[in-house]
């Protein structure tokens, strides 16, 4: 009976992990999709630029509202409580976006999708930190690449349904069919709450330091603790408070990043080093693909460095990867420095999400939530700053922004090692 019990645990870690998984494919789908049939629905409503810029600033305070008020029920009852029920409304709420008939119903409907979305997003990232803790080794990275595997499916099949002169509304409504079938599928599987044996497992593997340095010290996510709390669980509240503001300050920084080759990689190549529409397209191509590279092999890295060197690694090779593309100045080291970008902002946010649900398991959700939101304001927002300041500056200099703030991640890395 001793030998089977690790063996019946390790395979519901297992299980576990597919359905987290599963969320993660699934949540991505549902965002690339959406993103990739935009222009579809400003052409069928008749939409200027302004005019749909309410819709979307619908959608994101749809996604702040979900990810503020979602983390206290998710720590009362549980991240799958919350996760499956919101996944299955993420597949449906997806939907009536397509067939808005205008923008006072597409700002609603995208307003209810965004609550969704932002809700998925703390209850999946508090689940993943459950099973990361189960499991007893870094996983965090690998839940994040398949976020980024379903945007680029989610993607690919807005194009796919578009090439084939498809409604938008069909198109969504097959997507959102998918995102329930695998919300349903992922059901059977989710952790549900951490076995006791899991436990022990977390607070007696093997794990690294935050130096990477120290096999025989208890992980970042353990402690010595009965209840397992990390040993950043005894801080004050109040020092607790200012570690999530400030964890999520660079959480912003990174998407600040993000949103900037979403926004700008192609209108820099294009308008300022001269390049095609097809080549400009390439900036993004490479960010998005270094990206989910880097995600892959990110839990490896954490693994073998500790989370406090992988993120100054990071945050330098991103800084340094856009910041000579730009003193460059030539398309091919544009799409380079995009790529070295991607890869750099990779393994950031899924690290400091480890560390902010670390301070306190019992109140994850909570962590996340204000981590999360904090830090989607730097997507929403940087885009905006850029723009703003390439009026002033030019776009080249304008894009030194995520630079410097990539090396400002760097240097306040030790934030994430355990006090």
């Not at 999400?353 to 939101?373: E, I, K, M, Y």
């Not at 989607?376 to 304008?398: E, S």
């Amino acid at each position: 009976m001793v030998c089977v019990e690790p063996m019946l645990i390790d395979r519901s870690v297992r299980r576990a992990r597919v359905s987290a998984s599963l969320v993660f494919l699934g949540f991505g789908a549902a965002l690339g999709v959406w993103t990739a049939r935009i222009p579809a629905v400003k052409s069928n409503l008749g939409l200027s630029d302004g005019r749909l810029s309410i819709a979307l600033l619908a959608f994101a305070a749809g996604c702040i509202a979900g990810m503020t008020l979602i983390g206290r029920l998710t720590d009362r009852f549980g991240s799958a409580r919350v996760l499956v029920p919101a996944m299955l409304l993420e597949g449906v709420l997806l939907v009536p976006p397509g067939f808005a008939p205008g923008l006072a119903a597409l700002s609603v409907t995208l307003f209810l999708f965004g609550a969704t979305h932002g809700t998925l997003n703390i209850a999946m990232n508090a689940n993943a930190l459950e099973v990361q803790r189960a499991a007893g080794r870094p996983i965090m990275s690998s839940f994040h690449a398949v976020y980024s595997i379903g945007g680029f499916l989610g993607a690919v099949l807005g194009s796919f349904f578009a090439g084939i002169g498809a409604g938008v509304g069909v198109n969504l409504l097959a997507v959102g069919a998918l995102v329930v079938g695998l919300a349903v599928w992922s059901a059977f599987g989710i952790l549900r709450r951490q076995p006791a044996v899991a436990d022990s497992l977390t607070t007696s593997s093997p794990a690294v330091s935050s130096s990477g340095s120290s096999p025989a010290g208890p992980s970042p996510a353990a402690s010595s603790s009965p209840a397992g709390l990390s040993p950043a669980a005894s801080l004050s509240a109040g020092r607790r408070s200012l570690l999530l503001v400030f964890l999520g300050v660079l959480v912003l920084c990174t998407l600040v990043g993000e949103g900037a080759a979403a926004d700008w990689s192609a209108v820099y190549l294009r308008d300022n080093l001269g390049t095609s529409s097809s080549f400009a397209a390439y900036g993004y191509a490479a960010f998005a693909l270094m990206m989910t590279a880097g995600r892959l092999v990110g839990d490896r890295l954490v693994a073998a460095w500790g989370p406090v060197l992988l993120v100054r690694l990071s945050g330098l090779l991103a800084a340094t990867g856009l910041g000579a593309a730009l003193l460059i100045d030539t398309p091919a080291a544009g799409v380079i420095g995009f790529g070295l970008l991607g890869a750099g902002l990779s393994c950031i946010a899924p690290q400091v999400f480890t560390a902010a649900g670390n301070l306190d398991p019992s109140r994850a959700g909570q962590a996340l939530s204000t981590v999360v939101s904090i830090g989607y304001l730097g997507f929403l927002l940087g885009p905006i700053l850029i723009g703003a300041a390439a009026t002033v500056v030019t776009l080249p200099v304008a894009l030194a922004i995520p630079v410097v703030l990539s090396l400002f991640v760097a240097l306040s890395a030790p934030a994430l090692r355990p006090n």
